[in-house]
């Protein structure tokens, strides 16, 4: 049972692209310090409901509401939008300045906040993304999976509380994956901030401990990533994939082997050495 109030409800929510519904009555609820991953095919609706929690996208029906704050009430909408960061794709489209302090920077300038405060928020968001050592050399110089770090320290100097983020690494190598992975780790675990990840890899979803899987416009399941994990015949109606290892651990209960779910290696590896 919930003993919180939800940070964003969004309550039977409708869009419409022209004649296309992207999404059909959409209902949920973001509670702090939560890290939900939100999944689906493509066209499943995912990434129209994340610009709907911060008033990018404005609902043809429904409401969605920010704390006491509506995103279709436009004398809300800027302090919605410092409640509720958002990060993109492709970081290229949120850098703008040509230092890297100077883009963290540029959020807050228009918030008005002072210099002063600005200065420390900069140096705290740099620290947090571990970029602090980057801080004056240009964004475009950057690794992609740095150039995202940048982008989302952004997006934290102005101190949301929730961080929508519209698949944040489909852009990125290995390296620059895992980086960016390891920052909203940091963020959710170490800084209780709540997390909203987008995402089309379903590893990722391992993270989480929530997933919303998304079909048609419509949530199809709201759970725990391993109660939908084991729900295959739901996963391949979605277009969805489970993660590998956790494909393996389902083939192995499938030949006898009573093992708990596995996420990582490192868990399928302890879970099958139990058995001895």
């Known amino acids: 049972m919930r003993i919180m109030e939800p940070i964003i409800e969004v309550k039977n929510v409708y869009h419409q ?3 296309t519904h992207a999404l059909s009555g959409v209902s949920l609820e973001i509670y702090p310090g939560e890290f939900v991953a939100i999944v689906g095919a493509n066209g499943s609706g995912k990434s129209t409901l994340a610009r709907h929690l911060n ?10 509401k920010v704390k006491d704050l509506y995103t279709h009430n436009a004398e809300d909408i800027w ?7 958002m990060v993109f794709q492709n970081p290229d489209n949120q850098l703008v300045a040509t230092t ?6 540029f959020g807050p300038e228009n918030l008005g906040i002072p ?5 420390s928020r900069v140096d705290e968001a740099l620290e947090w993304v571990n970029m602090s050592q980057h801080k004056r050399r240009s964004p475009h110089q950057l690794s992609g999976g740095q150039k995202q770090r940048v982008a989302i320290a952004g997006i934290l100097a102005m101190h949301p509380e929730v961080l929508v983020l519209d698949e944040p690494t489909a852009m990125l190598d290995p390296v620059g994956r895992d980086e960016v992975l390891e920052v909203i780790n940091y963020l959710n675990k170490e800084l209780k901030m709540a997390i909203v990840l987008i995402t089309h ?10 997933v919303v899987a998304m079909g048609n416009g419509r949530i199809e399941a709201d759970c725990s990533p391993i109660e939908l994990f084991l729900k295959p015949d739901l996963i391949e109606s979605l277009g969805l994939d489970v993660p590998q290892v ?12 009573k093992i708990d779910p596995a996420f990582s ?8 050495c139990k058995l001895n």
Do not use: C, Q, W
Request: hydrophobic letters at 45%; zero cysteines; glycine letters at 10%.
């Open 100 to 105: 890297v302090e100077e883009d963290v920077a």
């Open 246 to 257: 956790f494909a393996l651990g389902n083939l192995l209960r499938e030949y006898g082997l």
């Open 79 to 85: 302090d919605i939008r410092a409640l509720v960061g």
């Open 55 to 64: 008033g990018l996208l404005l609902p043809s029906k429904g409401t969605v």
């Open 201 to 210: 890899h379903m590893d990722e979803v391992a993270m989480a401990k929530r």
């Open 115 to 119: 210099s002063a405060e600005i200065r």
């Open 265 to 272: 290696p490192e868990e399928l590896v302890n879970a099958i």
């Open 17 to 19: 692209y022209g004649e």
